[in-house]
Structure formats: structure tokens, C-alpha cells
């Protein structure tokens, strides 16, 4: 480590690092390609090396995946659930979503939001797992590149890697475009003749995408407050229609639906899909759009403070064991749980017809909801606080996002070297470049809002598609292909339960990927407005990366490329790493 990167070290570093030192004079091994020298054993079948990390400390861990510390760690365990909370949003994701929830009648809200809830968490786990093995922003193409067969693994890690990134852009524009509804929503409450545009939503989406963009470029110590802020303003919000919505609705006159209606009623939309079928197909979106993005804390590893481990403490209480994955756990659990009960409320106070809701010329169907119960004021006032929580959403998803766009640069993975070179480059302990790089790319994918609703509902439908394609893939190798070789990070839930609920959730994400590309009308009724284009743009883009690898970035992407100098490796491993490395070598080019 430089001198202007120790004094970001927290207490026991130092001590662990110290036993490491070595004088290069010394030695007798010369280290150099540090890139092509980083810690790692020869794989149970022998036939690759992979990365392993040794220290519970995780700037220490970081280090020996090779990559020295060069953001600041500001972010304790609350605030990287804030980062996924925020995210998720729950009172404007349900209110983007509500069209969905209740097309197929409030059954498909209450039920599907629960079973949605429980698939996305055993994704959550194995996904905190996974990055609690590797604790840097870019844990989950790192993962791959470790796991897969060694002929193929910089193609599919870079493919991986290029997806996840494009599927969190898209979660970009998925979230601020559904801040600019709601803001539209208040203005047509006011104004019921305005129509709401292609032009005019892209026009705000693009204001907010750059509006955001300049806080995330600001300091870590800002940003962290701000997740601090977004989580205050979900709760209140939340806290807000749980008292306010039943009281106007009991106030007002509106009968509250009974129990039998809230978990059993089953309508649906103008479809000819039989009803089970468009039920099925409905019922997990809703949660699977909201609790979305939770890889968030994953690309902000590199920012979480390390804290030593409660002895005795639970594995899932325990967020000192990984801040990141603690985040993802905890913020997917208190989502999934307080959806559920909003999901109940809101089909208890929306009046005896849910068709009504969702046949309402509001440009979200909770509008409505709110409408029958609160009255235009109240509406209002309710719907600019979702919009101001959309924004602060769309500004954490851009977070992490460039976090993502960074690690993928940072391992020459953008295209061009000079280019992966420029968007690596932190300016005082901040991607600034990153961050321009990943809002520019987040407005180029929201120009596809021109081509209509179809062309609209597919981008939207890529943050869900392609960061599920993205996370199964080391998922499955580590399950199969590499079963032997997982290395147990600080979060892992033992033996039995860490591959069972890790194939429970690769069953969900391919039960979802093929779920959100189905359309919503066949035969007669499918034409080229109502096609749903996910089946297209989501493997499509995969499909691009590999292309795109073949022709042209094999040139410039390996795998993981360390960032120490030779000094700094030789400081860090000492003289026993240095000969565990190069007995590893010699073992692993025997058995070539």
C-alpha cells in the first residue's frame, strides 16, 4: 500500500500487514507481471488457478485478489443496506408496478408478492456468499473468471461482466423513468387534459439522470448520507400510508374488502390468456421489479468499513461478518416482508373493483387507489413524496452502477484500452469518470422510450432479465464445475443449507427470466405493439458482449488485472506467499 492509501487503514491492518513485510533485497524470487501473479492455488482438478483470499479482513482480502485500496471506506452495515433499500424503494416501486400487481386480481398482489419475496431471497444469500468470497466491486464476473473452464473463462467472466453492467443501467432508467411518471401523475391530478409524451418523459428522465449523476460524483462521506436519508424517507413514507390510508378510506366512506377478497379474488385485464396462466405470470413480477438491484452492495464492497465478528453471534445477525452481504440479506427480508403488507393494505382500500383501479386513466394505477380514499390533496401531496423517493433511488442505483462501470474498467473491460484506462481513473478517492460514464450510458439505453411502450417495457424488463442472466452464471459453476474449488468467504451458511438454497434460487431466476420474457397477449392479439421485446434485448446484449469479446476486447480483457505495483505485492504477500505462489505455478504447468 502508498502512503495515501494507509491512512484510510482501520485498526489491526497495520498488525497484519507488518507479519507480511519483506525486504525485496532479501528474497531471493523476483517478482514481476504482478497482474499474472496473484495469489492463488491450483483448482482440485488441476487444470486452472484460481484466487484465493485468506484474510478475514476484507481491505486485507482485497489486496490479495490484487487490488490495492483506492476508495475511501465510508460505509458502515446500515448504510449498505441503505444502499440496497433505497433501491428497492418500496412505495414507488409497488406504485410503478401496481398496473401488474392487480391485473390479475389482488390474490396474484398478496400471494405472488410473498412466494416472489421468498425466491428473491435465496438469490440474495447466494449471491452474498459469493461475495463475501470476493470482496471487490467486482466480485460477481471475478467469480465467474475463477470458476469457469480455463479456455473459455475470460470470454464468459467479460460476458457476465458486460451484462450485469448494461442490466444495472438499465435499473437506472427503469427507476428514474418511474420519478418521471409520478411527477407527470401529480401534474395530471391538476390538470387531467395533459398528455404525457415520449418527448416530455424523456426530456425530464434525462434532467434527473444528470441531476443525480452530479451528487454521486460527490464525496463518499456525502453519498453515504444520503442513503441514510433515502432509508428515513422510505420508512416515513411507508409509515405514512399505513396510518393515513385506512383512516381517509374509513373517513370517506370507501367499504373495506374482506379477508376473502384480499387473498382469493382472481380478475384480470384485457387479455386472452387463460386466467391461471396470466395469474402466473403476473403474480412474481411485482416483487421481482421492486426487490430488484440488491447486487447493489456487492459492487460497493470496496467502501464498507471492516469491523471484527461478534463471537457466538448468527451468521445472518452478524453484519461485521460482511457488511455487503448483511445488506443484501437484511434489506431484501425488510422489503419482502413490508411489501407484503402494503401489497394487503392497499387491496383492502381500493374499493369492490379492482378493475376500476386498473382500467383508471391515471398513468399509475395506485393513483386511483389513493384517489378513492384521500382526495386530489392528499394524492398529491403522497405522490411527490414517492417522486422524491424515486430520485433519491435512481441517485443509489447510479452509485453502484458506476461502482460496476469502475471495477469493468479497472480490469480493462470497457472497449479500448485508452477507454478502460480513462473510466478506471479516480479523482480524490472517487470514480468521477465512472460515474460520467455509467449516467451516459444509462441515458443512450433510455432512448429506446421513442420506440413505444413495447420498446419501453423491454428496457425496463432488461434490470430484471439481464442481471438474472448475469448472477446465475457463477451461481451454476460454483454448484457444478467448480463445486470443490469454492473458498467459504465470512458469510456461509455451512455444508448443507449454502447449495441447497443456492439451487433453490438458480430454479427461481430461470423460472423468472423465462417469465418476464413472455408476452402479454397471444396469437390474434400479438403484434408488434404488444410483443414483449425482452426475449430479444436480453440475450441480445449477452449475445453483443460475446461478439463484441471475439472481434475485438480479447485484446485488452484477461480476467482480473492487478493494480499493485511490484513493491507494494512483494510488501504484501511476504516471502512465503511469494514461494506458495510460484510452487502453485510449477505444479499448475506439470499438470498442463
Known sequence: ???????????GIEEEKKKNIIHQTKSNVIVT????????????????????????????????????????RKYTWYEMFGVCFSIMGLMPSIGSTSYQAFSSGASSATWGWLAGSCGILTMGIALAEIGSSFPTASAIYLATWNWSPPKYRNLISYAVGFTDTVSLSASVCSITSGCASQIYSCVQLYNPDFVVTNGNT???FAGLIIFVGIFGCMSTSINAKIQNLSSITNIFLLLLVFIALPIATHKNGVPFNDAKFIFTNVERADTNWPSGWYWLINSFQPAVWTIGAFDAAIHMQEEAIPKERIEGRPILLDPAASPASFGIVSSITACGLLGWLMMILL????GP?????????????ITQIFMYSMGKKWTVALMSLMAWSSLLMAQSCLLSTSRQFWAMARDYGIPTKTGSEFFAKVWKNQPINAMIGSATLSLLLGLMMFGGDACSAALFSLSICGMYMAIIVPIILRLTYARKDF????????KFWSPFISWCAVIFMSWMIFIVCVPLTYGDQLDQTSMNYTVVIGPGFTLVAIIHYQLYQYKFYRGPHSNLSDEEFLELMGEEGIDQIVSNHEEYEKRK
Open 347 to 350: 387491496c383492502a382500500c381500493m
Open 202 to 204: 424523456y426530456g425530464l
Open 1 to 11: 500500500m502508498t502512503s495515501d492509501t494507509s491512512s484510510n487503514n482501520y485498526s
Open 33 to 72: 507481471n504482478v497482474s499474472e501473479q496473484l495469489r492463488t492455488v491450483v483448482s482440485r482438478r488441476g487444470d486452472r488457478r484460481i484466487q484465493v483470499v485468506t484474510s478475514a479482513n476484507q481491505q486485507i482480502a482485497l489486496e490479495e485478489l490484487g487490488y490495492k485500496q483506492e476508495l475511501l
Open 487 to 494: 473458498n467459504p468467504g465470512t458469510f456461509y451458511l455451512g
Open 353 to 365: 373493483s379492482i378493475l376500476d383501479v386498473i382500467n383508471t386513466d391515471y398513468d399509475q394505477s
